[in-house]
């Protein structure tokens, strides 16, 4: 219980600290020390959990499921800190920024976190939807830091469509507690998670499914599900770097983390009912058509996040149609699929803000001659492209071919689409990708001070992955797909 | 129709009452006009919610009544009213395009939103469960003004008037959700209504006006430099 809270509570001091703090310096140096105090509960907490088994009190529920996602969001949390530290403060001299940006910048880097993990731990649906909406306003002034037109532009559209596709998972919410009331003696705990999941096969299944529908759209309106993804590409682009990271690598799981969970409640009410999968269904139709309208839009974008965000669009896509399926082989995959994913995706970005540094721009077409310039930055992107498009050693791959497994299995005909899609993706990103690295280097271009550490840290993670799953780590995830499916896969 | 309790009926008729304040939102062109009926609409959806209190003994849904009604009808009218007058907005009229048009669209959505709960409503079991019907229909007329508004602090309007209608079926449909969780979502939305206010010097110092059509420049498809 003592780790729980202080890799969820942590972070909350750190919003209301930071917020005093007015030196650069000693701030980046607090987010990085705070980022380590969270990821050492969240690790102690992991490791307790794998021992022990769930743990459920005071409001909070951590079991296999949540507890590896707790630990990726802070092991993300802490590698993203320690690279915005001098990250920000060479944008903060290029940019002059006011000190004061600087400081909501540090306070809201870990109010993120805090509402990261308070998502993630609470037993509470209700609270739940209060934290991923908290995520959004912590957030929503950092998108628009920069403060040019662009930057506003992106950060009003994200506001203003988060909050309305959140409104619809409220009115979903409120629609599960309603269900609960009619199945529960005691309705004050209706919206208690454990509670509702033990009486699942009693509640309401119309009420269930057509709450359902809400939960979808509004928590895969932050998934970046197509079509209600369009503030992710403006939102990731026109932030700062390491926003970009946390979003694409924290902030998606737990919106899709959200779904699953509800997922489960709405396959338990709709057990006995004549259409028994159409939570699954329906995160499979939205999923394959994010992955695939995602993977086309690749090939024309012209800024360098803006076409990595589209990437997270079309994984995120691929993991909720996985989750669509269900089944312990696509959970499975699903699952290692969002830990490499959040890694890699991280990382590629954390190179990115060193490119756009290096090139004074994020536009893919002034971006040349990486690897010329700076080696490191360079092959760091190429790495991380290779990772990320799924080539054989990296963790992506493996995950990505279970995933395929599973679709032959149960759905044959959607592999060749599946096929086809990763393809697509593959030429979208290979194409703007080997002018960037390769291409000639304009006049004058220097290398910039970049810590190509945690880009290493995290490659070389992916890359463990894939070459052989440590088996604590795969008994984890088998757990946690046991939890989701109720068999495993081991 | 089975046999309701007058307080009951009350609920119903004022239910009924926010609904009408909706459409009144939808085509009011003055700005003040729309934050005066806002604020009404706050205040009756606080007036629901302590009769909701009087008719089922719920005693705490008194607090979440008062918290409706400093926060819908007092505080965030009062920010958003402050703001438009330091933006010097306060005889901005609208051009709003085709009103019957809108309030035709918005009868339209108010009888999809009866069709979306059609199968609730069949199971017949508290007489109540009529206005979540009638809440989706504040939600959903909510969203249909953030799509036909145009002006930045009137988006934010139909944004909260969307809230409204959450807090409607919460309050109607369960007799209120726990109080932590109301206390949360309340705090939301007051953080969101601070940061609106933010997002409006902002957009003014991006752009020069509060026009968000004018914010186009990351539109998909268009020649991004």
Request: glycine share 8%.
């Amino acid at each position: 219980m003592n780790a729980l809270l202080v890799a969820v509570f942590t972070p909350a001091v750190g919003l209301l600290l930071l917020g005093l703090v007015p030196g650069l310096t000693l701030a980046g140096w607090l987010n990085v020390g705070l980022s380590s105090l969270s990821l050492a509960g969240a690790v102690t907490l992991a490791w307790q959990v794998l021992a022990d088994g769930p743990l459920n009190a005071n409001g909070f529920h951590v079991d296999a499921f949540n507890v590896y996602l707790v630990a990726l969001t802070a092991f993300v949390g802490f590698t993203t800190s320690v690279f915005s530290r001098p990250y920000m403060r060479h944008v903060c001299d290029s940019r002059h920024l006011p000190r004061r940006h600087m400081r909501l910048y540090h306070a809201m880097f870990q109010g993120f976190m805090f509402t990261m993990m308070l998502a993630l731990t609470t037993d509470n649906l209700g609270i739940l939807w209060v934290s991923v909406e908290g995520a959004t306003l912590a957030t929503v002034l950092l998108v628009s830091l920069y403060r040019t037109p662009e930057a506003v532009e992106a950060a009003w559209k994200y506001f203003i469509l988060c909050g309305v596709g959140l409104a619809q998972a409220l009115f979903g919410t409120i629609l599960v507690y309603f269900a609960a009331q009619l199945a529960l003696t005691d309705p004050t705990r209706g919206l208690s998670w454990t509670v509702l999941y033990a009486i699942s096969d009693k509640l309401d299944p119309t009420v269930m499914s057509i709450a359902f529908v809400f939960l979808l759209v509004g928590y895969g309106t932050k998934v970046g599900l197509v079509p209600l993804h369009s503030w992710l590409p403006d939102a990731h682009s026109e932030g700062p770097t390491p926003m970009s990271a946390v979003l694409s690598g924290l902030l998606l799981n737990v919106a899709l983390y959200a779904l699953v969970r509800l997922k489960m409640l709405t396959d338990g009410a709709l057990l006995g009912t004549a259409a028994p999968h159409t939570a699954g269904h329906l995160l499979m139709a939205f999923g394959l058509v994010s992955f695939l309208v995602a993977g086309l839009f690749l090939h024309r974008q012209r800024d360098v996040k803006r076409m990595f965000s589209y990437s997270s669009i079309e994984h995120m896509g691929l993991m909720t149609f996985a989750f669509g399926i269900g089944g312990p082989l696509a959970t499975f995959g699903a699952l290692l699929h969002m830990l490499v994913h959040s890694l890699t995706k991280s990382a590629i970005f954390v190179t990115v803000g060193h490119a756009a540094h290096i090139a004074g721009t994020q536009t893919i077409d002034h971006i040349r001659g990486l690897i010329r310039t700076q080696p490191a930055v360079g092959w760091g992107l190429t790495v991380g492209v290779l990772a990320i498009a799924g080539f054989p050693p990296f963790g992506v791959f493996t995950s990505e071919f279970l995933l395929l497994t599973a679709t032959m299995e149960s759905w044959p005909w959607l592999t060749v689409t599946l096929l086809a899609g990763l393809v697509i993706a593959f030429a979208g990103l290979f194409r703007h990708l080997h002018p960037m690295v390769f291409g000639v280097a304009p006049e004058g271009q220097q290398p910039v001070p970049a810590n190509m550490a945690p880009v290493t840290v995290h490659l070389l993670l992916v890359l463990w992955l894939g070459l052989a799953i440590p088996g604590f780590l795969a008994g984890w995830l088998d757990q946690a797909t046991h939890l989701i499916t109720g068999s495993g896969l081991l | 129709m089975t046999h309701l309790t007058l307080l009951d009926q009350a609920v119903f008729v004022l239910a009924a009452v926010v609904l009408f304040t909706c459409f009144a939102l939808l085509t009011q062109a003055r700005l003040v006009a729309t934050l005066r009926t806002f604020a009404w609409q706050g205040g009756l959806v606080a007036a629901v919610t302590a009769l909701m209190a009087a008719a089922h003994r719920e005693p705490h849904l008194y607090v979440t009544a008062a918290l409706t009604l400093v926060l819908k009808a007092g505080v965030i009218p009062w920010m958003l009213h402050r703001w438009v007058r330091r933006l010097g907005l306060d005889r901005h009229v609208e051009s709003l395009a085709s009103p019957p048009a809108v309030t035709l669209a918005g009868v339209g959505l108010v009888i999809f939103c009866y069709w979306v709960v059609l199968p609730i409503e069949r199971m017949e079991l508290t007489a109540t469960r009529n206005v979540i019907a009638v809440s989706l229909a504040v939600v959903v007329l909510g969203l249909l003004m953030m799509v036909t508004r145009r002006q930045a602090v009137s988006q934010v309007v139909g944004f909260m008037a969307m809230e409204n209608g959450l807090f409607l079926a919460a309050v109607t449909a369960t007799s209120g959700m726990p109080l932590v969780v109301e206390l949360g979502v309340a705090f939301d939305i007051l953080v969101a209504a601070v940061l609106f206010g933010v997002f409006f010097l902002q957009i003014r110092d991006a752009i020069d006006s509060l026009d968000v059509d004018r914010l186009n420049r990351l539109a998909e498809g268009m020649e991004q430099e």
